[in-house]
């Protein structure tokens, strides 16, 4: 066996970008009656869809967002990647030694990766093969995102590797029937957070993007081996 995809989570994987986003998340939220830090923010809804957080906050609220909480939160999260983002280290070196065909899958909009992924200087390595949560009906942890994102790339799900920094984005993979690693090298894990994601399901963890290619020859390996076994 090997793998002949590799799906990228977008943000906390390609560009640092989760930091930068729950201080936004936080700031615009509790602007509007809803008071919440930017830890809080992280520790609820990483990983996940924007929509499937605003219908919980309006659910607790008891009432809809404004109209244009929208356009405020993308606004004051445009500023700030303008200001801040960058890519996370290494990651054009870990493309450039991957032989497998790439894209992203993540919770973003499109919107929000053209404008991150081109601040980092990444957009064209992976367009057109950028696909996000409004997309398909549930976003992380359900496996819908990363089964489109195979279906669309022509993958069957088992040669699949997902590269997440979420534990939503490890269920998620795990769901759809796909091989993950877990990346805690972004600016936002802390101490421990290696534990947190193998605890989430992933066995192989690592914090440095220039350990991904040999990552990768490793796991074919081992799938290679554990084929061979299966054959005797």
């Known amino acids: 066996m090997q793998l002949d995809l590799i799906i990228f989570d977008c943000d906390?994987?390609?560009?640092?970008?989760?930091?930068?986003?729950?201080?936004?998340?936080?700031?615009?939220?509790?602007?509007?009656?809803?008071p919440i830090n930017a830890e809080q923010v992280f520790r609820r809804f990483l990983g996940r869809s924007t929509r499937q957080a605003n219908l919980e906050i309006e659910a607790e609220?008891?009432?809809?967002?404004?109209?244009?909480?929208?356009?405020?939160l993308q606004d004051e999260l445009f500023r700030a990647f303008e200001a801040d983002l960058e890519a996370v280290p290494h990651i054009a070196r870990a493309l450039d030694a991957i032989a497998q065909p790439v894209c992203v899958a993540s919770s973003g909009s499109q919107q929000r990766m053209r404008v991150s992924l081109g601040r980092a200087g990444l957009y064209d390595r992976f367009a057109p093969n950028i696909f996000s949560a409004s997309q398909v009906a549930k976003g992380k942890p359900a496996p819908d995102l990363f089964l489109f994102a195979a279906a669309q790339m022509k993958v069957p799900p088992g040669r699949c590797l997902v590269i997440e920094d979420s534990i939503a984005g490890i269920a998620g993979a795990l769901a759809a029937g796909m091989t993950v690693l877990g990346f805690h090298g972004g600016s936002h894990c802390r101490p421990g957070y290696a534990e947190e994601l193998r605890a989430a399901g992933t066995h192989i963890t690592f914090g440095d993007m220039r350990q991904l290619p040999a990552l990768i020859a490793q796991i074919e390996q081992n799938q290679r081996l554990v084929a061979g076994f299966s054959a005797l």
Request: proline content about 3%; charged content about 25%.
């Open 12 to 34: 906390g994987v390609l560009v640092d970008s989760e930091v930068i986003s729950c201080r936004a998340h936080a700031e615009v939220l509790s602007r509007h009656g809803y």
């Open 61 to 72: 609220l008891g009432r809809s967002l404004p109209d244009d909480y929208h356009a405020q």
